[in-house]
């Protein structure tokens, strides 16, 4: 039974891979709100992640999952400073403050893994993304680096989705009408389901993906490589 720290977990992926995870192993989830869908077996713990940070209490931590997200899309020329620095906080300050927090205990795990989010707006560029692409390429760089030094004894990746049906893409998929036109985007013509990336994160906490470090994995329909002729 491996330990695992999901930070992010009362919803949308995390709470999926939560879910999951607690099936064969110990799962801590820290939030800002619970949720009915948790068991009983997790470990829940309040709190509000943009402004503080939870240690593991054990003396192992297998695996580090921080999934706190925004989608802060405007024009440049209306985005302020606040709403970059904000996007930083959540996104890039948060996951280094955990994971400098769970660090050590990571370490004494004989499989320790880290798993951040970016996405593809990273890699592709699209308009009013410029706030949390800039945010999310941070995460890609530190992931990179963080797992260069980190290796071997903790191995780093980062899952880059595109949109995905979850609680936080809400007023993007807020019809059946914009989800298809989202997903006629795609070259594999449909938006991402929870599970689509839930499983993706249960593989790289997982021993079959030992030999995987510093990746950027685009969970994203095709949209980051190919395009439908």
């Given amino acids: 039974m491996a330990n695992y720290l999901i930070v ?21 989830v820290v939030a800002r709100n619970s949720s009915s869908e ?18 593991y209490e054990g003396e192992v931590l297998d695996g580090l999952v ?5 989608i802060n899309l405007k024009p440049f020329n209306r985005l302020k400073n606040k709403d970059f620095l904000e996007d930083l906080q959540l ?67 980062v899952i880059a989705p595109s949109i995905t049906d979850t609680p936080l893409a809400s007023k993007l998929l807020s019809s059946d009408e914009k989800k298809e036109k989202s997903g006629d985007r795609h070259p594999l013509k449909r938006v991402g389901e929870v599970s689509d990336i839930s499983s993706m994160a249960k593989f790289l906490l997982s021993p079959e993906s030992s030999w995987i470090t510093g990746q950027i ?3 994203d329909g095709g949209m980051s490589s190919i395009r439908s002729l």
């Avoid at 977990?9 to 879910?19: N, V, W």
């Avoid at 009013?128 to 760089?141: L, P, R, Y």
């Avoid at 030094?149 to 990746?157: D, F, G, H, T």
């Fill in 91 to 157: 996104n890039l300050m948060g996951a280094i403050n955990h994971i400098q927090a769970n660090l050590d205990k990571l370490k004494k795990s004989e499989s320790g893994s880290i798993i951040l989010f970016s996405t593809v707006a990273v890699s592709q560029g699209m308009p009013f993304h410029t706030s949390v692409a800039a945010s999310k390429g941070a995460i890609e760089g530190l992931a990179r680096s963080l797992a260069a030094e980190l290796a071997p004894s903790v191995r780093v990746n």
């Fill in 38 to 55: 948790l068991p009983s077996s997790v470990n829940f713990n309040s709190l509000d992640v943009s402004e503080d940070t939870y240690s």
């Fill in 66 to 70: 921080y999934c706190p997200g925004t």
């Fill in 8 to 28: 992010g977990g009362s919803k949308g992926i995390g709470q999926r891979l939560a879910l999951d995870l607690s099936k064969d192993h110990s799962v801590d």
């Fill in 217 to 219: 994995m685009h969970v």
